[in-house]
């Protein structure tokens, strides 16, 4: 089955500590992708990768970071959470970057306490 | 700096009564317009991509259309299973990041 996973679904954590949300396509996308959902205001993409080479910011960068070592794995890292970090999370990925069918994760709610 | 405005923020529909929601954007070029669909609990699902004025994608009950300040997502006859939080997305021509508008909340009443 085609699909995005994300790991782990919900994660409640403390200010500071280091933490790694993963990301994992099988349907060999090139593009992928990850956001953040808050009340009112929508999807925020927070990175982007067009391919293994290629990892660029999207509007709310700051204070994460993200690695694409192989084109099926996309983590998202939060070195230092702060509480501002708390909210739901998604995956996505498509074939290309102008293949816009995006496929999203399942989401991973997160709160920093 | 890229924007996204969706009106209405809610809308309750009795079943079979049509309605159009409104995505009005503003952006440096346009790559294309996407609309998705979310239900609660879940990750949006793709319905369409449009990408010049004047462009129209159907499927089923939903039409699609694009202006160049705007897109409509038209509801015709809608279900209750029509019933969703409805995002429309644009990627500027000059780059290939995505921005989102925060969303009409559709609730259609049997």
């Known amino acids: 089955e085609a699909q995005v996973t994300q790991n782990p679904r919900y994660l409640i954590t403390v200010t500071g500590k280091k933490l790694t949300v993963t990301c994992s396509q099988n349907m060999n996308h090139e593009y992928m992708s990850w956001y953040r959902q808050d009340p009112g205001l929508g999807l925020r993409q927070i990175y982007y990768s067009m391919n293994v080479e290629v990892t660029d910011k999207g509007d709310v960068p700051e204070g994460y970071k993200v690695s694409r070592k192989e084109k099926r794995n996309f983590p998202l890292i939060l070195e230092s959470p702060s509480p501002n970090q708390t909210s739901l999370y998604f995956c996505a990925s498509s074939l290309t970057e102008s293949n816009y069918e995006q496929y999203f994760g399942p989401g991973t709610r997160l709160t920093v306490t | 700096e890229d924007q996204v405005t969706q009106s209405p923020e809610a809308l309750r529909l009795q079943e079979g009564e049509s309605s159009s929601l409104n995505c009005s954007y503003t952006v440096s070029g346009l790559r294309g317009l996407f609309w998705y669909r979310q239900d609660p609990g879940k990750g949006p699902e793709f319905l369409f991509t449009?990408?010049?004025a004047g462009e129209e994608k159907e499927k089923e009950r939903l039409k699609a259309t694009l202006t160049k300040k705007e897109s409509f997502l038209h509801i015709t006859a809608p279900k209750p299973e029509d019933s969703a939080t409805y995002l429309c997305?644009?990627?500027?021509?000059?780059?290939?990041?995505?921005?989102f508008g925060a969303g009409t909340t559709v609730t259609v009443r049997a």
């Open positions: 997305a644009v990627q500027p021509g000059d780059d290939y990041k995505l921005s």
């Open positions: 449009l990408y010049s």
